[in-house]
């Protein structure tokens, strides 16, 4: 079994402090760092772009775990690549050819991911998951932060941990919104391996980072 992974999302942290709350959720123990990337089009919400990621690059060694909610996502790609971004997941709505996406990522030497919103079928998985190093299960409906999990996804997390293991590749399962000590117990146990929390990582100061990290590993 492959240990479990936090992915403390930064949508919850100090902007003000960018930089500083990296180093800090590096420190308490973080294995990836999740970037919400927003485009208030694809999602009702402007978050930030590679410009930004390109200035945390040097803040943090740990993997840059770049969640694209941006329709079209296709021309900015290679920005993000260059910034620094290790993996870059898109959702399938956000252009006509996931599947050129997805190889576009990999040309650049980046891990691709596909992400599904709560309504899209696991279907949507099926004739890229030979492309993709992760998949990416949204357990809220993308644009903010501090939503509540929603259960129905917990079935959508064991079909997707069925394929990767009838893949046999090595494919990560992620699963992003409303993540609790509670529901990251669920998700684990439905075979998720990599978990994203904002506020349930950034609640309470840099005081309690590794604590509330800790606390999701269960
Ligand atoms: C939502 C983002 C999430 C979000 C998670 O669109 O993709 O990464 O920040 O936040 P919490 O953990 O607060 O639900
Ligand atoms: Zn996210």
């Not at 920005?79 to 399938?92: E, K, L, Q, R």
Request: aromatic share 6%; net charge negative; with cysteine.
């Amino acid at each position: 079994m492959i240990p479990v992974r936090i992915a403390p999302s930064i949508l919850s942290a100090d902007f003000a402090q960018l930089g500083a709350e990296i180093e800090a959720v590096d420190a308490a123990g973080a294995d990836f760092i999740h970037i919400d990337v927003m485009d208030g089009h694809f999602v009702p919400n402007l978050t930030i772009g590679p410009v930004v990621v390109r200035a945390l690059r040097p803040h943090s060694r740990k993997t840059f775990d770049c969640h694209l909610m941006i329709a079209p996502a296709d021309p900015y790609i290679e920005a993000f690549a260059d910034a620094g971004a290790d993996i870059i997941s898109v959702h399938p709505e956000a252009g006509p050819h996931v599947h050129r996406t997805l190889q576009l990522i990999r040309s650049l030497g980046k891990s691709p991911g596909i992400v599904l919103n709560p309504a899209t079928p696991i279907e949507a998985i099926d004739y890229v998951l030979d492309l993709v190093d992760l998949v990416l299960i949204m357990s809220v409906n993308p644009g903010f932060g501090g939503q509540s999990f929603i259960d129905s996804q917990l079935r959508k997390i064991e079909a997707a941990a069925e394929r990767i293991s009838r893949s046999g590749r090595q494919i990560a399962l992620e699963v992003d919104g409303g993540i609790t000590p509670e529901t990251a117990r669920r998700a684990i146990s439905a075979g998720a391996n990599v978990l994203v929390a904002g506020t349930a990582v950034f609640n309470g100061g840099r005081g309690n980072y590794a604590a509330n990290i800790a606390a999701l590993r269960g």
